[in-house]
């Protein structure tokens, strides 16, 4: 069965302190792995999608990174406006485009 | 990006009624996706919805509870059939971008079932 596990659950810096978040996924062949970004009360905004180990993608403050087990979200610098849920999905081989969630990191940056 | 509205957002709803959630997309696409997001869960598929075909529902779903229909390119409904109070959640639907690289969601519609 296809899993994945984020991690940490929750996580609260302070404005400007670095840090990562962590995907590891367990499918039996990995087709993309997307990170979304999900604020209270709607729906995810879609930020990456990377498809092979040593892949990278960035955007403004964020970077995703993928091996064969994990994908990591470094945050650079956070500002209290990227507070938020990050979620990770795999999409699998053989899988059309269902996507398989994680439950999420919840990111609190404060001032 | 495709931008995705949902009708209605929320809704607090009786027990053994039926709620039909409305979503539309400004531009065609070939495939919609149903999903539902229980409190304090992450997201799980209910049922993929293509133009013209039968949806295909995940594991745990069923037609009689979730029907949906697709009746073209840019519109798909999902009715919440007989509804009791675990089926308070928030219900997405989702698109593919004409590159099948990205996936839209919608803002979701929040129910409640007392």
């Known amino acids: 069965e296809d899993q994945v596990t984020q991690s940490p659950e929750a996580l609260r810096l302070q404005e400007g302190e670095s840090s990562s978040l962590n995907c590891s996924y367990t499918?039996?062949?990995?087709?993309?792995l997307f990170w979304y970004r999900q604020d209270p009360g709607k729906g995810p905004e879609f930020l990456f999608t990377?498809?092979?180990a040593g892949e990278e993608k960035e955007k403004e403050r964020l970077k995703a990174t993928l091996t064969k087990k994990e994908s990591f979200l470094h945050i650079t610098a956070p500002k209290p406006e990227d507070s938020a849920t990050y979620l990770c999905?795999?999409?699998?081989?053989?899988?059309?485009?269902?996507?398989?969630f994680g439950t999420g990191t919840q990111l609190k940056v404060e001032l | 990006s495709a931008v995705i509205s949902q009708k209605p957002s929320r809704d607090i709803c009786q027990r053994g009624t039926s709620l039909t959630i409305q979503c539309q997309v400004d531009?065609?696409?070939?495939?919609m996706f149903w999903y539902r997001q229980q409190p304090g869960q992450s997201l799980t598929l209910i049922a993929t919805?293509?133009?013209?075909?039968?949806?295909?529902?995940e594991s745990g779903f069923v037609i009689d509870k979730f029907p949906i229909s697709r009746p073209n390119l840019t519109f798909s409904t999902l009715t919440v059939s007989n509804m009791s109070p675990e089926d308070s959640s928030i219900y997405l639907c989702?698109?593919?971008?004409?590159?099948?690289?990205?996936?839209?969601f919608g803002p979701g519609t929040r129910l409640t079932v007392l």
């Open positions: 989702s698109v593919v971008s004409e590159s099948w690289n990205e996936q839209f």
């Open positions: 499918v039996s062949g990995l087709r993309g």
């Open positions: 990377l498809y092979s």
């Open positions: 999905a795999v999409q699998v081989t053989g899988g059309g485009n269902k996507l398989t």
């Open positions: 531009s065609q696409v070939t495939m």
């Open positions: 919805a293509n133009q013209g075909s039968e949806a295909t529902y």
